[in-house]
């Protein structure tokens, strides 16, 4: 690390890295001494902190740091302690940097995506995806990268989506059950009869978390149409914010209000928006649900007129082929959406025969998980 250097300014507070050829990185005295990495801070075993803040004293200050090989070095007062840290693990977790703050702007991994994804839809096999870790890990990416993917080879049986969700992790469970039928049997007599289309929508808006994906699969299909469909809700959000930046951020800076009243002591409700954004701006999550959608209460009345305006641009955003990607499951076939993201709906079907798919829920921060630790290991 013959290129860096240290220095410690502020009396203390703040060590500045010097790299020939780019800016310093600086760090605070307090951020260092609460992210040491020795023994006694964190556990080698499972990471886990060991200390509070408690354990910190307030005047935390550096009395001297140094480069020894590939390791930053440094002594902390009043405790009296020393202890290293690698340098490229200071590179990585590095704060001092230009900040993204574009509101709106997609999660880091996120890739928008319109109808020409239909091209391309992400596909894999159900048993190469249970015998091949490379072949897990990249579905799993395109999960994460465009919040959707198709699964081929099911078992095409009651139940057989549940391979699925082993793939990276647990089935929620709802009121619903573990599963949900979505059954058609379209009266053979009556020819003309057309299944109704369903608008483009996420599930169960009207609980706080949502489910964060959702897998169809199918068991039988052969009545007439009766397409899936599904569209990126962060590209119909980033449409909506080029179009109409002040109708946008109506949506996203009012709580929507959300419920669902079943039998059997159900009555959910959420105050939740219409486009949530992290604190500094990234979308991480659409809710758009028109069944499930409550009364607005939480709007200004001078602003309910826009928030209106924004919220129906909004639908006919989603609406807007353009945006769709439509595709038609075989028996055996399968799809998972990320439920705070993609919208997905049902095409009218008309004519003799059956439809039958089950559906289930199962959460993202176990699929995330997995992903991350096949990378590790890759
Ligand atoms: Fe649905």
């Not at 939740?272 to 701006?281: K, M, N």
């Not at 028109?290 to 826009?306: C, I, K, L």
């Amino acid at each position: 690390m013959a290129d860096l250097s240290v220095t410690i300014q502020q009396a203390g507070d703040v060590l500045h890295l010097h790299q020939q050829g780019q800016p310093d990185l600086r760090f605070h005295a307090i951020w260092l001494r609460d992210n040491a990495l020795d023994a006694a801070t964190r556990d080698p075993g499972n990471g886990q902190r060991l200390i509070t803040l408690a354990d910190i004293p307030p005047d935390t200050r550096l009395i001297s740091a140094a480069i020894s090989g590939d390791q930053l070095v440094c002594a902390f007062a009043p405790e009296g302690k020393t202890t290293a840290y690698p340098i490229n693990w200071l590179q990585t977790n590095a704060y001092d940097q230009p900040r993204a703050d574009a509101q709106g702007r997609l999660p880091g991994h996120a890739v928008a995506w319109d109808s020409a994804l239909t091209a391309d839809i992400p596909a894999a096999d159900l048993s190469d995806l249970q015998s091949n870790a490379d072949t897990r890990r990249d579905w799993l990416t395109a999960v994460r990268r465009y919040g959707f993917a198709k699964v081929t080879g099911m078992a095409p049986q009651s139940g057989g989506l549940f391979d699925i969700v082993s793939l990276f992790g647990y089935v929620r469970e709802t009121n619903y059950g573990r599963h949900f039928e979505v059954r058609t049997e379209v009266n053979p007599v009556n020819l003309a009869y057309t299944g109704l289309g369903l608008q483009a929508h996420t599930d169960n808006p009207y609980r706080d978390p949502v489910p964060t994906l959702q897998i169809l699969s199918c068991l039988e299909n052969s009545a007439d149409g009766g397409e899936n469909m599904v569209v990126d809700g962060f590209a119909a959000a980033r449409r909506l914010l080029a179009e109409d930046p002040h109708g946008f951020a109506l949506l996203a800076g009012y709580p929507a209000r959300f419920a669902y009243t079943g039998g059997n002591g159900v009555a959910l409700q959420s105050r939740r928006p219409v486009i949530e954004l992290s604190p500094d701006g990234e979308l991480v999550a659409l809710r758009f649900n028109s069944r499930s959608a409550a009364p607005v209460t939480d709007v200004p009345f001078d602003d309910m007129p826009d928030w209106y305006t924004a919220y129906r641009r909004l639908s006919d955003i989603i609406d807007n082929p353009s945006m769709e990607v439509v595709f038609k499951l075989a028996p055996g076939e399968a799809f998972i959406v990320d439920n705070t993201r993609v919208l997905h709906a049902r095409k009218g079907y008309s004519g003799a025969g059956n439809r039958w798919l089950q559906g289930c829920y199962a959460d993202k921060d176990g699929l995330l998980s997995t992903l991350n630790a096949l990378e590790a290991a890759s």
